[in-house]
Structure formats: structure tokens, C-alpha cells
């Protein structure tokens, strides 16, 4: 009769246990890799008018993606664009952009319809305050302010011009500051 326990000698059962472990290796270095190498995807959002939350047609849309550009071992020497992408909105304010996994990344957005004060990721106008209420995400909200009377329009065309150095040269969000920067080259 066989016997229901089999007893492997342990260099068999050495080799099964190394086995698991570098399968379970692999896939996390796989994920790491994913995630940290350009793992991609499309994000929705939507701009609204600050005051009334109604939806703002029109409005250009932008996104800078950069990573750091590796120099000798370990030590960063700036950085080299992944992708800019562009979009307008549609009738609902509704836009779609990329989105990356950002270990290594770094976005700047913009967001910019004549009338409205210019938006971006990083800094409010015109107090130039670092912007703390935003995440990059799907179902994402912006909210664009009317431009005020009392605001300085070489300001806030400053502010938008850097809101987007890396833009496209014609593009959507070009094409949306050119009295911006009409307004800047006069002077």
C-alpha cells in the first residue's frame, strides 16, 4: 500500500521555496517597474465658473508631464519632457487629459478662457499664494474666477505666460493666451 505522506529530501524542497520567492520577486519588480516607468491613463474633468458653478465652454486645457533627466549616478540634472497634451472643453465644461503615475513625474496644468482669471496647478492670482486644494484626478473640478476690474492685466498676463512655459508652439492653449501675451509684447 502507498503511504499519504511523502516526505521530498529538503534540497527539493529548498528549490520550490527559491522558486516562490523569485516568481514573487519578479511580479513586484514588474508592478515597480509599471508604476514607475510610465504607467498611463485618461482623466475627465470638468471647469466651472466659480461663482455660479455653471459649466465654461471653450476653455483650453493644458498639461506638461517631465521626469527627471538622470546625469551622473544618482544625481538629477533637471528635467526632460514625457508628454504636453491639450483639450477644450465642451458644451458641459467637460475635458480630458493624461494622467501618470507620478513617482518620478511631475505635471504642471493650466486652465485659461479669456474673461477668467488663468488657473493653474501650482499658484493662485493674483495673491501668488501656493494653490493647496487640488489633486489631479478623475471627476476633477476647476473652478475659473471672473477677471475683476482692479487686477492688473500685466500681471495676470505674467501669471499666465508662466503658467504654461512649455507649451506647444501653435497649439489650443497658445492660440487661447495670445492676447495675453498681445498684451505683454506691446509694452
Known amino acids: ?7 521530498y529530501p529538503k534540497r527539493y524542497v529548498s528549490m520550490k521555496e527559491n522558486a516562490k520567492k523569485i516568481r514573487l520577486t519578479i511580479c513586484i519588480l514588474v508592478c515597480f517597474l509599471n508604476m514607475a ?3 498611463r491613463w485618461m482623466v475627465k474633468g470638468q471647469v466651472v465658473e466659480a461663482q455660479t458653478s455653471y459649466p465654461i465652454e471653450g476653455a483650453a486645457v493644458y498639461i506638461y508631464w517631465s521626469k527627471p533627466d538622470w546625469g551622473p549616478p544618482g544625481l538629477a540634472s533637471g528635467r526632460v519632457k514625457v508628454e504636453v497634451a491639450e483639450d477644450l472643453t465642451d458644451i458641459n465644461g467637460e475635458f480630458s487629459i493624461p494622467k501618470y503615475w507620478t513617482w518620478f513625474k511631475h505635471y504642471q496644468m493650466a486652465v485659461y478662457k479669456k474673461g ?5 496647478n ?7 499664494e501656493e494653490r493647496r486644494d487640488f489633486k489631479l484626478k478623475n ?5 475659473l474666477e471672473r477677471f475683476k476690474k482692479e487686477y492688473s492685466k500685466e500681471k495676470h498676463a505674467r501669471f499666465t505666460r508662466g503658467s504654461a512655459i512649455h507649451r506647444p508652439k501653435p497649439g489650443i492653449f497658445q492660440s487661447a493666451i495670445r492676447s495675453e501675451l498681445d498684451l505683454l509684447f506691446e509694452n
Open 139 to 143: 471627476g476633477m473640478i476647476v473652478k
Open 122 to 128: 501650482e499658484d493662485i492670482f493674483p495673491s501668488l
Open 116 to 120: 477668467y482669471v488663468c488657473w493653474n
Open 1 to 7: 500500500m502507498l503511504s499519504a505522506n511523502v516526505s
Open 37 to 39: 516607468c510610465g504607467a
